[in-house]
């Protein structure tokens, strides 16, 4: 397949690039420093865009099978100021519209279009309820980042393109992404769950991440939101406790609530919630995880 690719040089864009490649797909990067990744993927095509528009790269559809749209900036890079949570919310509705806008112009439409979209869609919620795909959005800041992030490329399926939306989980992945920052102080010997640990956390390894999307690519009958997440998520205690046996240290300090405000201001919220998502719709399909469990998933990475 031709598969033109926003996103690629992020964590998970980067091994989903990588993959393809290597299973002798066409990939095409959509990238504002196309120059500056070149160099870390030979085989892909890298283009130059502005994050907004179509101009200089509308080219690309006209040979696209398909279109993987992650971009949009980190939501765990920077404390959550004003500015930085209009950043987060504008830089996914507007690369969201630029390929909209792209495909709508384009005489060949692509046949598929992965969007991305986070768990965070049901909100910040530290109940036990299991969330399928059919779960209503929260209300929170990500929340409302999510449905609108989904809303801006549904416009595509009224031009006969299938859309998949992919709600991800907590990415693990030993190279970037949250476990490096998470591992770290139980590698000095200062972690522990956070909060009161009951809140779940909804994990998925990221080979599953990406074989998972490969699967939706290939799956003609894959329409709609589906949870990227593993089919076991687990209580914040019981992931801290993995980690600390997968790094051979102990998980003796939790992390007391106001700690975390102080810290990260309106973004604790997210560490102290979660969901407890379930890949039903993935796995109805007949998509089989490679890592179910996390401590073995940990043990893999770490």
Known sequence: MNILLTGGTGLIGSALTRCLLADGHHVSILSRSPQKYAADFPGAELLKWDG?????????LTRA???VNL?????ADKRWTPARKRLILDSRMNAGHALQKAIEQSAH???VLIQSSAVGYYGENPGDTPLTEDAPPGDDFLARVCVEWEASTA????????RAIIRTGVVLAANGGALPRMALPFRFFAGGRIGSGKQWTPWIHIADEVAAICFLLENDSAHGAFNLSAPNPVPNAEFSRALAQALHRPALFPVPPPALKIMFGEMAGVLLGGQRAIPQKLQSLGFTFQF???AAALRDLL
């Open 52 to 60: 907004r528009t179509p101009d200089g790269w509308a080219h690309a």
């Open 65 to 67: 099978d398909a279109v």
């Open 71 to 75: 971009a949009g900036a980190g939501v």
């Open 109 to 111: 439409k692509p046949a």
């Open 155 to 162: 416009a595509v399926e009224s031009l006969g393109v299938r």
């Open 292 to 294: 179910s469990d996390v």
